[in-house]
């Protein structure tokens, strides 16, 4: 039972250098999303995707990108990292709501500890 | 209008205490809200939620108290303990909007002192 797994748990990066994060969930949900959490910032959304091949902006998007080939996989890619980009990422997935008033939960990844340097 | 703003910062309480968080929203177009529980080195986890046509949701040591008139809501946890000492997020949806987007707050610390 795997949930939501991402990878690597931890990254040092130089500045400029691109890398990308991964996320897998087995659950088959719908919904997946990226939030960076950083002190006394809360969770704050870069990217989320509603299905396989659909895509949209978040509230801090800039520097990331995303796509959704798949219904399982959902991977953040950094393009010229910066050392405001040293923050914890989360992958979160959730079942599509089937109407108002039903809701479900988001399930979280353990995250990835992104350090730039 | 997508903010929510949480308090304390920072909350150590006694064991046995009640602890209290507590949030506000802009939005009244928010029709879910959320509570998660995150442990250091965890990803957040849903604690509790609450629809805003109930004004309160209790779950064991757990409640939300919901005001829609002030647009707030708070996490009660009584008799607390120090397993949960956490951080834990409020957050808000629109559910009916179809983006299935969260907006949090910022997060408050708990320590439950043995």
């Known amino acids: 039972n795997a949930g939501v797994t991402q990878t690597p748990k931890f990254q040092v990066l130089k500045t400029g250098q691109s890398m990308t994060l991964q996320c897998a969930q087995d659950?088959?949900?719908?919904?997946m999303s990226w939030y960076r959490q950083d002190p006394g910032m809360g969770l704050r959304l870069i990217h989320y995707s509603v299905g396989a091949g659909i895509t949209d902006q978040g509230e801090v998007p800039n520097g990331y990108n995303v796509s959704r080939s798949t219904t399982e996989d959902f991977p953040l890619r950094l393009l010229s990292a910066a050392p405001s980009q040293t923050s914890v990422y989360f992958c979160?997935?959730?079942?599509?709501?089937?109407?108002?008033?039903?809701?479900?939960?988001?399930?979280f990844g353990q995250g990835t500890r992104l350090t730039v340097v | 209008q997508q903010q929510v703003k949480q308090s304390p910062q920072s909350l150590i309480v006694q064991k046995g205490g009640i602890s209290i968080i507590n949030c506000a929203y802009e939005?009244?177009?928010?029709?879910?809200f959320p509570w998660y529980q995150q442990f250091p080195g965890k990803g957040p986890a849903l604690l509790i939620a609450i629809r805003p046509d109930v004004s309160e949701k209790k779950e064991g040591r757990f409640t939300i108290s919901f005001n829609k008139s002030a647009k707030q809501f708070s996490l009660h946890i009584m008799d607390s303990q120090p397993g949960d000492s956490a951080t834990y997020f409020c957050?808000?949806?629109?559910?009916?909007?179809?983006?299935?987007?969260?907006?949090f707050g910022t997060g408050t610390r708990l320590k439950v002192l043995a």
């Open positions: 979160a997935s959730s079942r599509q709501h089937r109407g108002p008033g039903l809701v479900t939960e988001a399930f």
């Open positions: 939005n009244t177009a928010f029709d879910y």
């Open positions: 659950m088959n949900h719908e919904y």
């Open positions: 957050a808000a949806s629109h559910t009916t909007s179809g983006t299935y987007k969260y907006i």
